[in-house]
């Protein structure tokens, strides 16, 4: 480590030191809290029982489960001794999350009891995992976490640089196929002093960790908590009556949303006649009847925000009350733009694609340089995302580029490609073609429209239930739609953007 660096275990050690007897952790389901004082002390021994089990700087650690204490020490021990973390989408299929463990190779893996027996089934195909540990201490039949406790190795930081890797988070499946997002200390951090900024955090602050810590808005929301010396009180699956009541209980102050989270917490606070006082401030893409709802009911503050994975989940944000349908502004330390087909600078008015440069953008997608190179191409990271600059500098964000169409219910992110990749598997689908629709739950649903071939039938549920067993069920179609005629455009394809003016109502 350089005079220069600061890494998350230097974070942890900072904390310690500055706010040792103050509540770090809150677990839930266990009832477990710990002080930063507690995780520094925990971090050191599982990063000595890794150390001393032979994980080394450079060597991935793939983690399979549901939000937990275990899981964030994980996070902390890994950067003591310049691992990498692999967290592992638990909602994927035992496929695709096979997939994503042979992408990176972690050495070692670490589940959830509920998740090993597929594990324990498909270990022939999982050739450079070493060693399986329970997630949470003994619970499994896996080796137990808690050895790792029983270690005598002595923590040294083997010369962990603010740029080397920290985790990888795999995007969703662009033309068939996850990329492994790297993103370093240094992203990390930097992305967590922003949202500490933006939302004025301090150690009286309070936030409810209720995104999977899979997902870069669930660790870095997380993290910015911690680094501002706050406490996190996490749960293990979403539930909005708990999710009142950790509220009220705790005083939380702070969360992210995805729909239907805000609405159903502000039901969910309604009938218990609560009016979430402590609650100022909400970052998400809610809907702008949630938002409303949520400020009259708490004088709270929503944020509004544009990044992706490969940004450190940040590249604009603001308030959404100062331009209402935008994503904020360029965040501090972050060059964001859009340009044209040939990357010329576009006037406000003008969208075009977002382009971004700065300490925010990700190291690159693991072992694909030739993807690496195309996105990276000009000194630019090319999000693939539409967008345009009003004159007063808000962003609003306009779609994806039509090669890379994405869907987004819910907060994940889904290609089209991959779902009618699915659907044409089935034998009575001709063509198919997968668009994005208006959904009061989801803010965005997944729609299928089939052409079916000469003689076949078809119905919804059936088609919805077929794709829910081949890919993970977050991607299933929530509308399908049955038609005569599929519009192509000359080359034969589906010609998407008159698909969407037909049957892009839910």
């Not at 929503?302 to 590249?315: D, H, N, S």
């Amino acid at each position: 480590m350089g005079l220069y660096d600061f890494t998350f275990y230097d974070l942890i050690q900072r904390n310690a030191a500055a706010f040792s007897r103050s509540m770090a952790w809150y677990e839930v389901d266990d009832r477990l809290s710990l002080t930063f004082g507690d995780v520094k002390n925990r971090v050191d021994l599982i990063a000595g029982g890794l150390k001393a089990a032979g994980i080394e700087k450079g060597d991935r650690l793939g983690v399979l489960g549901k939000n937990s204490i275990e899981y964030f020490l994980l996070y902390g021990a890994a950067a003591a001794v310049g691992a990498i973390i692999l967290p592992v989408n638990w909602r994927l299929n035992a496929d695709e999350i096979c997939y994503i463990l042979n992408d990176c190779t972690p050495r070692f893996l670490f589940a959830d009891e509920e998740f090993q027996d597929m594990i324990t089934s498909r270990r022939p195909d999982l050739p450079s995992i070493e060693k399986y540990y329970n997630l949470k201490g003994d619970s499994g039949s896996l080796d137990a976490f808690t050895s790792l406790l029983d270690a005598d190795e002595m923590i040294e930081t083997p010369g962990v640089n603010s740029d080397d890797g920290f985790v990888i988070i795999h995007t969703a499946a662009v033309a068939g196929r996850p990329r492994g997002a790297l993103l370093s200390h240094a992203n990390m951090l930097c992305a967590c002093l922003h949202l500490d900024y933006y939302f004025a955090l301090s150690e009286k602050d309070v936030h409810l960790s209720l995104l999977p810590l899979f997902h870069v808005g669930g660790l870095f929301m997380a993290v910015s908590a911690f680094q501002a010396g706050a406490l996190n009180v996490n749960i293990s699956r979403f539930d909005a009556d708990k999710a009142v009541g950790l509220i009220e209980e705790f005083g939380v102050s702070l969360f992210f949303d995805f729909p239907p989270i805000l609405a159903s917490i502000l039901k969910a606070a309604g009938e218990k006649k609560c009016s979430l006082p402590t609650l100022r401030s909400v970052v998400g893409l809610g809907t702008p009847e949630d938002i409303d709802r949520y400020q009259k009911m708490t004088s709270g503050t929503y944020y509004c925000i544009y990044g992706q994975t490969e940004t450190a989940m940040l590249a604009t944000m603001g308030r959404y009350n100062d331009a209402p349908g935008s994503a904020g502004k360029p965040v501090i330390l972050a060059d964001v733009r859009t340009v044209d087909d040939d990357d010329r600078l576009l006037p406000p008015g003008e969208p075009g694609e977002i382009v971004m440069k700065g300490p925010l953008v990700f190291k690159g997608y693991w072992n694909l340089p030739e993807d690496n190179s195309h996105t990276f191409r000009g000194g630019w990271h090319h999000t693939g995302d539409m967008g345009r600059f009003d004159e007063n500098g808000f962003l609003f964000y306009a779609g994806r580029k039509p090669e890379k169409e994405l869907i987004k219910p819910g907060g994940e992110n889904v290609y089209p490609a991959e779902v009618e990749k699915i659907i044409l598997q089935h034998p009575a689908v001709e063509k198919t073609a997968v668009i994005g629709v208006p959904d009061p739950k989801w803010k965005e649903g997944i729609k299928a429209v089939c052409q079916l071939k000469a003689g076949e039938s078809l119905g919804n549920a059936e088609l919805i239930a077929f794709v829910g067993d081949r890919i993970a069920r977050y991607k299933k179609p929530h509308y399908v739609e049955i038609v005569s005629d599929l519009p192509l455009k000359p080359d034969g394809m589906p010609d998407r953007e008159k698909i969407k003016k037909l049957y892009g109502q839910s």
